[in-house]
């Protein structure tokens, strides 16, 4: 993967575990010249994977709606800086930019990404690999609550598969480097039309 996407915090949260591990993976994506792709903010978790990857000389790509130009504190030391009209369009754009996607730490606004993402995932609106770093079991009670959803005949196994979850950075990236994506929903293809 040349680019990720990585949907996280605006805030920096209170484990020290999770913010050394969010410069850390932006440190990781610079040394393997791969492109940051992210919320465009200087502040929170996001501010931390964008200032690992500036410092190591990595390519950042900040994308922001209007609106949150001032809220969020537009990160002026990106590689590239783009600003939309509304949170959707930034959504679509951050997933043009991308070959992959990564979950980190954050909250609601993270956690729609993810949905959203997995969701054009599971309906074969791309092939593109998620991954979730589940630092210092952020994630745990989040996956128990994927597995329920499968338990419970709401989610296909095979779709919760197609999430990757590593709780290192470098097993993350190799899980998502080896993804084999889903195959096109039958009702997507010709076949099923």
């Known amino acids: 993967m040349k ?20 410069y850390n993976l932006g440190a990781i994506l610079a040394k393997n010249h791969i492109t940051l792709v992210y919320g465009a903010a200087k502040i929170g978790i996001m501010g931390k994977v964008a200032q690992g990857t500036i410092d ?3 390519k950042t790509i900040g994308v922001i709606p209007n ?3 001032t809220k969020e504190i537009v990160n002026e030391g990106l590689t590239e800086l783009i600003v939309t009209q509304n ?5 679509v754009l951050m997933y043009e930019k991308s070959e992959g996607f990564m979950i980190i730490p954050g909250g609601f606004g993270t956690m729609d990404e993810f949905f959203e993402i997995t969701t054009w995932g599971q309906l074969g609106l791309h092939t593109k690999p998620i991954g979730i770093l589940n630092i210092n079991g952020y994630y745990d ?14 989610l296909k196994q095979r779709n919760l598969d197609a999430v990757v979850v590593d709780d ?19 009702w997507l293809n010709k076949e099923g039309l």
Do not use: W
Request: charged letters at 20%; a positive charge.
């Open 168 to 186: 290192t950075i470098d097993g993350l990236l190799t899980k998502m480097n080896n993804y084999t994506p889903l195959p096109t929903p039958k």
């Open 87 to 91: 949170m959707h369009d930034r959504k």
């Open 56 to 58: 190591h000389k990595g």
């Open 141 to 154: 009670a989040l996956i128990q609550q994927c597995n329920k959803m499968v338990e419970r005949g709401f």
């Open 3 to 22: 680019s990720i996407s990585v949907f996280c915090g605006s805030s920096e949260g209170n484990d020290p575990t999770i913010i050394d591990s969010a």
């Open 67 to 69: 609106f949150l130009r």
